[in-house]
């Protein structure tokens, strides 16, 4: 048997599950689309039970896909592109799993890509042309994204409703430029993100009473990365270069400080009340040194692979271990990392999802080293 296949089949025996003080804990990976040779898994539904990602084959974009343990992966509608310019690629989840979003490249006499949502049935809806969807409400009704008619032109913040079709962020074309929305709360009714506002590169939040508000920076530089919301639309967290930063309406930027004293960070997404907050980071300047974080209050920021081994999972044989998502209670985290080799060497990236503790939970385990209660089962090629 070749590697490859060897592969496919290691693929289907990898689930295990084990049982950490009366939690189920459990590693996977998600496998590949017919014909692909990387998956990347980029959002969970709230229970964690609906992931999202895309997968990719040579000589064409990623086609996105919905994951359920009951069916593995099943890709979405949409033509697929040769060589295209834009990914297709699905960028938000609604809470059940029901609506995903994200944006897709038409064909190639297009520059630009189409904001678009797939229903239960994988039918790909096109919401507006010439932009990209960045995330749903809970109940899907509330989609955001940018527009951007003209490549030459700013983009603009978007947001889409059954109802009312898309609606800009910032109506009256005001001091903001080159905005992004990058998160939503769970009822549609906040929405954050980042754009220039006088010359100053910082944080907006918009709500329907008092529109697109500047919340300013936490650092002279600017605000690097996208920002994530939690559920009830009260926490904003984001990172700038090598440091984190947790926003409140009571306490402005707090500093969360560098994860494991890293030269990078990325926070991706939390829990819905803000208590868990998943991510990456870079240990060194070396750019295929990349790791994955958890964060909680009571632990601060832990090595994703660390905790994984203390639970049983052995990931050490994974190289640009990514989380990307995080269910509603903080349990279900979803990612990729780089795994197997083909028949040349070559290493290509997986999406994974892994099952832990409730938050109160992990930080005993860590915090009481009870990692070395149960041998390690490895991950890897």
């Known amino acids: 048997m070749n590697k490859a296949a060897a592969h496919c089949v290691a693929i289907i025996a990898l689930a295990i599950t084990a049982s950490t003080n009366g939690a189920t804990t459990s590693f996977q990976q998600l496998g590949l689309l017919p014909g692909a040779h990387s998956s990347y898994a980029n959002f969970v539904s709230a229970d964690g039970t609906v992931i999202v990602g895309s997968s990719a084959t040579y000589g064409t974009d990623p086609q996105p896909f919905r994951w359920t343990a009951g069916d593995g992966l099943i890709g979405l509608g949409g033509e697929r592109v040769k060589n295209s310019l834009s990914n297709n690629t699905a960028t938000g989840i609604s809470a059940d799993g029901t609506i995903i979003v994200g944006r897709h490249r038409k064909n190639n006499d297009t520059l630009l890509p189409q904001a678009v949502r797939w229903n239960m049935d994988n039918s790909m809806e096109v919401l507006w042309d010439f932009g990209s969807a960045y995330g749903v409400s809970a109940n899907g009704a509330v989609v955001i994204g940018s527009l951007n008619p003209n490549s030459h032109q700013d983009k603009l913040a978007i ?36 754009g220039e506002n006088d ?54 930027f707090v500093d969360l400080g560098s994860a494991l004293g890293s030269m990078g960070v990325d926070i991706e997404d939390c829990s ?9 980071y870079r240990p060194s300047y070396d750019h295929t040194d990349y790791r994955s974080f958890i964060w909680t209050e009571q632990t601060g920021f832990q090595d994703l692979q660390v905790v994984l081994g203390s639970l049983g999972f052995d990931t050490s044989d994974w190289s640009r271990f990514s989380a990307r998502g995080i269910s509603a209670d903080g349990t279900t985290i979803v990612g990729r990392g780089m795994t197997h080799q083909d028949d040349f060497l070559n290493f290509y990236s997986n999406g994974w999802v892994a099952t832990i503790p409730e938050p109160t939970s992990l930080a005993m385990l860590t915090l009481g080293g009870l990692g070395i209660l149960r041998g390690r089962r490895r991950f890897g090629a």
Request: aromatic share 10%.
């Open 272 to 280: 819905a009340d803000g208590s868990v907050v998943v991510g990456g």
């Open 199 to 252: 010359g100053s590169f910082q944080l907006f939040k918009w709500t329907s009473d008092e529109g697109m508000v500047g919340l300013g920076s936490n650092a002279e530089n600017g605000l690097y990365t996208d920002n994530i919301i939690s559920g009830d639309g009260s926490t904003i967290f984001g990172s700038n270069g090598q440091l984190s930063y947790r926003w409140t309406e009571a306490d402005g």
């Open 159 to 194: 947001r889409w409703t059954e109802a009312g079709g898309i609606e800009r962020l910032d109506p009256q074309r005001g001091p903001w430029r080159s905005c992004k929305p990058t998160g939503i709360s769970d009822d549609g009714s906040v929405i954050i993100g980042h």
